[in-house]
């Protein structure tokens, strides 16, 4: 199922940034100020004080390294995404930027200080829940693996209006992934459920840091 899941998410994205371009819609936000919204959440997982390594995971064309540099003056970055024509883009876009890198062998990723995700549970096509469920599930442990300090992901929200729900896409209980990252990853877990979008992003931080 696995495989399933990459080849259509990869195609699905391929499709959008070959019709849109390196932008918010190439890969399916609406703005670049939610984009920088979602950034904004995600990054309170890094300690702002330190010079630090991060994995992206589903880095689209890069749009991270852009918000990273603005706010951060030291790090080291691995873009990761299973779209080829977005690896193509971001390295286009971002590979002459020095620590930067992109890859689309995510399951051969090194660890980091942090790992990222952002948008990458939303698009669930045709997927049954379950099946999309395990993916996230088994997401979130490589998010865990990867990183040494910490990871951040958001995921949109079972509390979204009904009218505005879209079949396609996965909407999520923010109590169940709170709970389950408490219980399997850490003790220092964050919600953040209060920034004016349909989704919320949660922010797990590493016991020994």
Sequence with gaps: ???????????YYSNKVKQHGPTALGVDWNSIESQELRFS???KVIDPCEEFSVN???CGYGALVSYLAKHHPRFQYLGLDWSPVMIDEATRLYGGVQGCRFSTECEDAP???YS????????????PDSAWMQYVLDTLGELNRLSTK???FNILTSYSDPEHMRGDLF?????FFFDYCKRNF??????LHDYGLYEFTILVRKENT
């Design 1 to 11: 199922m696995l495989d399933e899941i990459r080849q259509a998410v990869s195609a």
């Design 41 to 43: 959440q995600l990054t």
């Design 56 to 58: 992206d995971l589903g």
């Design 111 to 113: 660890t980091a200080d």
């Design 116 to 127: 990222i995700a952002s948008g990458i549970f939303n698009v669930r096509l045709a997927h």
């Design 150 to 152: 910490g990871f951040s």
């Design 171 to 175: 909407y999520a209980d923010p109590c």
């Design 186 to 191: 850490s003790k220092q877990v964050a919600l």
